[in-house]
């Protein structure tokens, strides 16, 4: 199969007009007809999962965050977006991400992923009149439980290394959103929507809990990359869904670490 075969297949599923104003979703390098030797599924696109992609003999790297996110104004080696744009034609590696278009469809894979199921999208959204889209998801538990327990569990189901979070462990907790990525910074208007007993999300900056704090809601930060490091499976298993040909092989990188350590 050529490249752009699947690039379109892929589109068709996770259209690119579902992608927010900002992103920058879709092809980033593309040899058209190239044909897929290997396909190399991550998170992000850096020196080290390129060299990874390479040495596993991949021409085709399907990531969930885009490399060329912002403009880059110029191609230069002193540059790292560009370094690795410079190393990709030079081996003739192609890139296709799926990012917020991918976010919309998969609204549950976080609340799914630590085991709660039944919910409905948080951030609502009408694009291409699609039904039962958006960003993240609100869940009413069955049975309440405290944050403590809720941490616990997340913790466990997303194989972190800590979580950071607001309030106090022994409180009641049983109406919760959940928001992969960088969701701090919709906090306010989760809260003035749902008014749940807990936020689950990533990047959350002081101001944000201040005001989560004040308005009886506890946070759980688990980081960008420890809320979307679980759509790697999900992108290969999307992929393998529109290949049709079980004799290309699909990579998932099993070297990608949180850029983000604690010191005590």
């Known amino acids: 199969m050529k490249i752009h075969e699947l690039t379109e297949k892929l589109n068709s599923r996770f259209p690119e007009e579902m992608m927010e104003p900002y992103d ?17 599924i991550c998170l992000d696109i850096d020196m080290t999962t390129l060299s990874d992609a390479i040495d596993r003999g991949c021409n085709l790297i399907i990531s969930h965050h885009p490399l060329i996110f912002r403009p880059i104004k110029k191609i230069t080696t002193s540059e790292s977006r560009s370094r690795i744009v410079i190393d990709m034609i030079a081996d003739r590696i192609s890139m296709y991400s799926i990012h917020t278009n991918f976010d919309r469809i998969m609204y ?21 009149n699609a ?22 569990n997340i913790k466990t189901k997303l194989d972190l ?13 049983k109406y919760i959103a959940f928001l992969n990525g960088s969701g701090g910074g919709s906090i306010e208007q989760i809260i003035q929507s749902y008014a749940p007993d807990c936020i689950v999300t990533g990047d959350v900056n002081y101001h944000h809990v201040k005001y989560a704090s004040d308005s009886g809601t506890c946070i759980i930060d688990a980081g960008h990359f420890g809320t979307e490091i679980i759509f790697k499976k999900l992108l290969a298993q999307s992929v393998k869904d529109v290949l049709n040909d079980k004799t290309i092989d699909i990579i998932i990188s099993d070297i990608e670490k949180n850029p983000f350590k604690v010191f005590t």
Not at 24 to 40: R, S, W
Not at 167 to 172: A, E, L, Q, S, T
Request: aromatic share 10%; glycine share 8%.
């Open 24 to 40: 920058n979703t879709g092809v980033q390098v593309l040899f058209n007809d190239d044909e897929i030797k290997k396909i190399y």
């Open 131 to 152: 039904e039962e889209t958006g960003f993240g998801s609100f869940t009413e538990l069955p049975v309440s439980i405290t944050l403590g327990e809720l941490m616990l």
């Open 108 to 128: 549950k894979a976080l609340s799914d992923c630590v085991g709660f199921r039944d919910s409905i999208p948080l951030l609502k959204s009408s694009v291409m």
């Open 161 to 173: 290394n800590y979580l950071i979070y607001s309030g106090m462990k022994n409180k009641i907790i």
